[in-house]
């Protein structure tokens, strides 16, 4: 069972930064992919950000060029940096461990959450 473990949200003004981080609590010999996803009050839950294995990322439209994703295997984590922060980005983020996709459902595991708020 893997246990996930985000952390870094909080309430930032418009234009500013934030880093998620997401620990794992188990580790494996393989490198699944990992992923971020945001939840707006309101809305279903989509994707932001993916991170294969090996390194290969993936954006969303919407935060590409603002936002990078990362990770460091040996410390079994995932980061999010997030930057040129807008009010749109105000969210409820999870990271998720699974395949190298933008669906939610092929995410076996998920963190339980951090909010983000971003203030205009």
């Known amino acids: 069972q893997v246990q996930l473990l985000e952390s870094g949200g909080g309430l930032v003004q418009a234009g500013g930064s934030l880093r998620l981080s997401c620990a794992a609590t188990?580790?494996?010999?393989?490198?699944?992919?990992m992923g971020w996803f945001r939840q707006a009050p309101g809305k279903e839950r989509v994707f932001v950000a993916a991170?294969?294995?090996?390194?290969?990322?993936h954006y969303a439209d919407s935060v590409k060029g603002r936002f990078t994703v990362s990770r460091d295997n040996a410390k079994n984590t995932m980061y999010l940096q997030m930057s040129s922060l807008k009010p749109e980005d105000t969210a409820v983020y999870y990271c998720?461990?699974?395949?190298?996709?933008?669906?939610?459902?092929?995410?076996?595991?998920w963190g339980q959450g951090t909010q983000v708020t971003v203030s205009s």
């Open positions: 991170i294969s294995g090996s390194g290969n990322t």
């Open positions: 998720a461990q699974g395949r190298f996709t933008v669906i939610t459902d092929t995410y076996d595991y």
């Open positions: 188990s580790r494996t010999l393989s490198r699944p992919a």
